[in-house]
């Protein structure tokens, strides 16, 4: 939208080519969805893969070298490992970033609900750090969650550093939480639609395009770094009988069960150490005793324990070990997250599935010994239906499986539990494991969804960047013809050196001239108590700007500099921007 060329902005007050390039991908849908969804998969990507090296590096570090340090005190050194870790991570988090604390996946939806998708860069670094101490140091928690923080926290710093609208920045949240997942499990899918169902919670075309480019930019790292293959080994399933299918809808009700158990461990470990008068920064120490104990003689639930739920796929444990591990597991993640600590609950969920399914089929096997399905299909089921029930996420799940072991097979079996498991949880309790830990803090996420439009609208989305200007110098008679040629109502005032001066109206025009004053100067006439707008402020602000002083029009000025005038809003503009917002959102204009 744009007025007639009358007296532009002077040349002064044009911007350098760079500056230009800034706001024309500020502002440009089409530079946004290509550059700025790249940038973020590529960061995401980068980060992962940063990320992982850490782990391997933290991991040897406690475990090797720990050994050989406190090797004189025989196997019981293992105790002290995760204790020492705990030491390092409490006062990391809580003296440089809080929001590093916990799972990572509430804070980046809490950003996108009370924050308007803004993240602070360095949390990007304290998790990456207080992350892979906490796995390397045996803390029973996943690194999906961290890297899905520290993509989302890359997005917003993007996003943040370019002044990026709030939908946008948002935006850019949800691609880094989608390229995190897909660069840690080589799964793109399951990246996009997780970042649709978790993060942004609405499937729309509008974001759909950015989060495609930046899961794909992430995947392309992945592979090039780690190579492409599924994140999991597995057998070939294969579904043998349709009498088969039974069983998967009672082990849909079994993982249900558990997911919901895990949700209420986890948040009660949480309640019990907040309730314990000790500092913050020690109550992972005292968690990581905790760990300490029950990996000394069950060392299998230290760390993300991808390599027992291999074990677990191909149905190499023993029933007695599995039941052990499944409860086991639940509640090391639980303290280990409780107590502070810093970690996701994805792998957590995999590796609970997982047990539960392989014990499901062994138990299956014990009591109707013609039963011919492998353990390990159950297995992989549960891997998925967990996590499906704790997250309220059955298609993010399913795709996960599915593209974390490429076997197509498994998808009818996959789906019945998954569904099962997620509409079970959902009816037990309306809360994810994720959304969970936001409602106990106050913070209402049906709000979010509800959220005003006008309050999703910023100013830059609807202002009119050629604008015309009269200058301070010019006569009330040849301003006059130019508001009578162009039908506007008033102009922006720029004085000699090009700077916002005042505004002028028809109203304050036609009462000059009927006072003969054809010959004055504008300045004579103009208004310099200016009510002014600025970038970033919300349709909704605007409006109330207006209705307060009864005007049509607001100037748009730089925050840093109140005298120099960026553009124009008006009440035509505001509705153009408001109608453009409602259709991109679907939403049909009657």
């Not at 439009?453 to 006059?480: C, F, P």
């Not at 009578?484 to 505004?503: C, D, M, Q, W």
């Given at each position: 939208?744009?007025?007639?060329?009358?007296?532009?902005?002077?040349?002064?007050?044009?911007?350098?080519?760079?500056?230009?390039?800034?706001?024309?991908?500020?502002?440009?849908?089409?530079?946004?969805?290509?550059?700025?969804?790249?940038?973020?998969?590529?960061?995401?990507?980068?980060?992962?893969?940063?990320?992982?090296?850490?782990?391997?590096?933290?991991?040897?570090?406690?475990?090797?070298?720990?050994?050989?340090?406190?090797?004189?005190?025989?196997?019981?050194?293992?105790?002290?490992i995760?204790?020492?870790?705990?030491?390092?991570?409490?006062?990391?988090?809580?003296?440089?970033?809080?929001?590093?604390?916990g799972?990572?996946?509430?804070?980046?939806?809490?950003?996108?609900?009370?924050?308007?998708?803004?993240?602070?860069?360095?949390?990007?670094?304290?998790?990456?750090?207080?992350?892979?101490?906490?796995?390397?140091?045996?803390?029973?928690?996943?690194?999906?969650?961290?890297?899905?923080?520290?993509?989302?926290?890359?997005?917003?710093?993007?996003?943040?550093?370019?002044?990026?609208?709030?939908?946008?920045?948002?935006?850019?949240?949800?691609?880094?939480?989608?390229?995190?997942?897909?660069?840690?499990?080589?799964?793109?899918?399951?990246?996009?639609?997780?970042?649709?169902?978790?993060?942004?919670?609405?499937?729309?075309?509008?974001?759909?395009?950015?989060?495609?480019?930046?899961?794909?930019?992430?995947?392309?790292?992945?592979?090039?770094?780690?190579?492409?293959?599924?994140?999991?080994?597995?057998?070939?399933?294969?579904?043998?009988?349709?009498?088969?299918?039974?069983?998967?809808?009672?082990f849909?009700?079994?993982?249900?069960?558990?997911?919901?158990?895990?949700?209420?461990?986890?948040?009660?470990?949480?309640d019990?150490?907040?309730s314990?008068k000790?500092?913050?920064?020690?109550?992972?120490?005292?968690?990581?005793?905790?760990?300490?104990?029950?990996?000394?003689?069950?060392?299998?639930?230290?760390?993300?324990?991808?390599?027992?739920?291999?074990?677990?796929?191909?149905?190499?444990?023993?029933?007695?070990?599995?039941?052990?591990?499944?409860?086991?597991?639940?509640?090391?993640?639980?303290?280990?997250?409780?107590?502070?600590?810093?970690?996701?609950?994805?792998?957590?969920?995999?590796?609970i599935?997982?047990?539960?399914?392989?014990?499901?089929?062994?138990?299956?096997?014990?009591?109707?010994?013609?039963?011919?399905?492998?353990?390990?299909?159950?297995?992989?089921?549960?891997?998925?239906?967990?996590?499906?029930?704790?997250?309220?996420?059955?298609?993010?799940?399913?795709?996960?499986?599915?593209?974390?072991?490429?076997?197509y097979?498994?998808?009818?079996?996959?789906?019945?539990?998954?569904?099962?498991?997620?509409?079970?949880?959902?009816?037990i309790?309306?809360?994810?494991?994720?959304?969970?830990?936001?409602?106990?803090?106050?913070?209402?996420?049906?709000?979010?969804?509800?959220?005003?439009?006008?309050?999703?609208?910023?100013?830059?989305?609807?202002?009119?960047?050629?604008?015309?200007?009269?200058?301070?110098?010019?006569?009330?008679?040849?301003?006059?013809?130019?508001i009578?040629?162009?039908?506007?109502?008033?102009?922006?005032?720029?004085?000699?050196?090009?700077?916002?001066?005042?505004?002028v109206?028809?109203?304050?025009?036609?009462?000059?001239?009927?006072?003969?004053?054809?010959?004055?100067?504008?300045?004579?006439?103009?208004?310099?108590?200016?009510?002014?707008?600025?970038?970033?402020?919300?349709?909704?602000?605007?409006?109330?700007?207006?209705?307060?002083?009864?005007?049509?029009?607001?100037?748009?000025?730089?925050?840093?500099?109140?005298?120099?005038?960026?553009?124009?809003?008006?009440?035509?503009?505001?509705?153009?921007?408001?109608n453009?917002?409602?259709?991109?959102?679907?939403?049909?204009?009657?």
């Open positions: 939208m744009k007025w007639l060329n009358f007296n532009r902005l002077s040349s002064k007050n044009i911007k350098p080519r760079s500056k230009e390039l800034i706001y024309y991908l500020r502002t440009s849908d089409a530079s946004f969805f290509l550059i700025f969804s790249i940038l973020v998969g590529l960061g995401a990507g980068f980060g992962a893969i940063l990320f992982r090296w850490l782990i391997l590096q933290f991991t040897n570090l406690f475990f090797v070298k720990g050994e050989d340090f406190l090797g004189f005190i025989g196997h019981y050194y293992i105790i002290l995760p204790v020492i870790g705990g030491m390092i991570v409490g006062p990391l988090i809580h003296f440089f970033a809080r929001e590093a604390k799972h990572g996946v509430p804070e980046v939806i809490s950003s996108m609900v009370i924050n308007s998708g803004r993240i602070r860069p360095r949390v990007a670094i304290v998790k990456a750090l207080a992350s892979s101490i906490c796995i390397g140091s045996g803390g029973s928690v996943g690194r999906e969650g961290p890297i899905i923080q520290i993509g989302s926290a890359i997005g917003s710093a993007i996003g943040q550093l370019f002044t990026l609208t709030e939908e946008k920045t948002k935006t850019l949240v949800a691609c880094g939480a989608a390229a995190g997942i897909a660069a840690t499990f080589n799964a793109p899918l399951g990246g996009i639609f997780f970042a649709m169902e978790v993060i942004l919670r609405e499937y729309g075309l509008r974001n759909f395009s950015s989060v495609v480019l930046s899961s794909v930019t992430a995947t392309v790292i992945s592979r090039h770094f780690l190579g492409d293959h599924p994140a999991f080994q597995t057998p070939a399933f294969e579904l043998y009988s349709l009498l088969d299918i039974p069983y998967y809808f009672v849909g009700l079994l993982t249900a069960l558990t997911a919901w158990l895990f949700i209420k461990v986890l948040y009660k470990s949480e019990i150490f907040n314990l000790i500092p913050e920064y020690i109550k992972p120490a005292t968690g990581g005793l905790i760990i300490g104990l029950i990996g000394l003689y069950f060392p299998q639930i230290f760390g993300v324990g991808y390599e027992v739920i291999e074990s677990s796929v191909n149905g190499e444990l023993a029933l007695g070990v599995i039941i052990a591990l499944v409860f086991l597991k639940i509640l090391a993640t639980s303290v280990t997250l409780g107590s502070g600590g810093s970690g996701g609950i994805f792998a957590p969920s995999l590796f599935g997982a047990l539960l399914g392989e014990g499901f089929g062994k138990l299956a096997y014990l009591i109707f010994p013609g039963t011919i399905i492998p353990p390990g299909a159950f297995a992989l089921v549960g891997m998925a239906a967990v996590f499906a029930g704790t997250a309220h996420a059955p298609i993010s799940a399913i795709l996960l499986l599915f593209e974390m072991t490429g076997n097979e498994i998808l009818p079996p996959l789906m019945i539990s998954c569904v099962i498991s997620a509409i079970l949880v959902r009816w309790s309306k809360n994810s494991i994720y959304t969970m830990k936001l409602v106990r803090k106050g913070i209402d996420i049906e709000k979010y969804k509800e959220i005003d439009l006008m309050e999703n609208i910023t100013v830059s989305e609807a202002m009119i960047i050629d604008v015309i200007a009269v200058q301070q110098s010019d006569s009330i008679k040849k301003v006059g013809l130019m009578k040629s162009t039908n506007h109502r008033g102009f922006p005032v720029l004085g000699e050196n090009g700077k916002l001066a005042g505004i109206t028809r109203e304050d025009i036609n009462k000059a001239l009927r006072k003969g004053n054809t010959e004055a100067e504008i300045e004579t006439v103009m208004t310099t108590d200016i009510i002014v707008c600025y970038t970033n402020e919300s349709l909704k602000t605007a409006l109330h700007k207006m209705a307060k002083r009864n005007i049509g029009r607001i100037p748009v000025v730089d925050r840093s500099d109140m005298a120099h005038l960026i553009g124009i809003v008006t009440r035509k503009s505001l509705i153009t921007a408001y453009l917002a409602l259709e991109r959102r679907g939403i049909k204009i009657r």
